[in-house]
């Protein structure tokens, strides 16, 4: 868990708000077509290309509950943090699960999220966050919205908040943030452990698992919440020895897009650390701390 201004060190950082229906389920940020749907024109895309560009120079934004289809009890809340990159499309190209692609129907196109904080006790706009009434989100139904004033009211009022990563909503498989904006057709890029760039992050990734001080730092945060004892984050197994746990990069394919934090990695023992590597479907896309201690619950019970 980090700090909101850790992750965003200044309301200039932050792209602006959106409404949004609930919490994330899939990485992905959707939008409704202002074209030709069938013709995909370039009006077609246009709301998820103007956010994947403006996710070059601000990549945050907050999502915030309202609209027809939110929950009363999310309706106003600030929900997540969320990072976009320049990847954009088809929302059929993104979507894995078949219900979630059958809601987002009537928002045809979207950009990839890299990464999706939920906001420590979702705090009310109006009454916890200090605003006078929900005109922040003004416009923002459809887009990403910023009135300064606003924005620089929301990150006051959200900087020293915390915020815990939401690593179950996962990138799809193999994803690699492009750096740049691009265009995706119905299959996104996958990133080949074999390519001479694949084998780059996955040297990368190991360097930073390696990293004295990232290393240090998530031990002693695990220490720290399990009375002084390592404690693997998959399976349980707990030991004082340092030497007998790893420090655990939970998205190699992150490596290099920006700077890693100590909450890009959790400790595992050695062998939930090579479960959730070797078990994936791809190396550059490890098993979660949960679908490792589920694949190892579901092999016992055999």
Request: charged share 25%.
């Amino acid at each position: 868990m980090v700090k909101f201004n850790e992750v965003v060190p200044s309301a200039n950082d932050l792209m602006g708000v959106k409404a949004v229906w609930g919490r994330s389920e899939e990485a992905v940020m959707c939008f409704g077509s202002r074209g030709d749907a069938a013709k995909k024109d370039k009006g077609h895309y246009s709301q998820a290309r103007i956010t994947a560009e403006k996710a070059q120079e601000q990549p945050y934004f907050v999502t915030i509950g309202g609209g027809k289809h939110i929950p009363e009890g999310l309706r106003g809340r600030a929900i997540e943090l969320v990072r976009t990159t320049g990847a954009y499309g088809e929302t059929t190209a993104f979507v894995k699960g078949t219900s979630l692609r059958t809601r987002l129907e009537q928002w045809p196109v979207a950009v990839v999220l890299s990464e999706v904080y939920a906001i420590d006790g979702e705090p009310l706009l109006v009454d916890e966050l200090g605003f006078d009434d929900m005109n922040i989100l003004a416009n923002a139904y459809d887009r990403v919205m910023r009135y300064s004033e606003q924005i620089e009211a929301l990150w006051s009022a959200l900087k020293d908040r915390n915020v815990s990563r939401r690593w179950e909503v996962q990138l799809p498989s193999g994803f690699r943030d492009p750096g740049s904006v691009k265009l995706i057709g119905t299959l996104y890029p996958k990133l080949n452990i074999k390519s001479s760039e694949g084998k780059k992050v996955w040297k990368l990734s190991k360097a930073i698992e390696r990293d004295a001080s990232l290393k240090r730092e998530v031990k002693a945060q695990n220490r720290a919440k399990n009375g002084g004892a390592l404690c693997c984050e998959a399976c349980g197994f707990s030991d004082m020895s340092d030497g007998m746990f790893d420090a655990h990069h939970l998205q190699p394919l992150a490596a290099g897009v920006r700077e890693s934090r100590v909450d890009d990695l959790i400790v595992l023992c050695p062998t939930c650390h090579r479960w959730a590597h070797v078990k994936a479907p791809d190396l550059l896309s490890p098993l979660t701390a949960s679908e490792v201690a589920e694949a190892l619950e579901c092999q016992l019970s055999d």
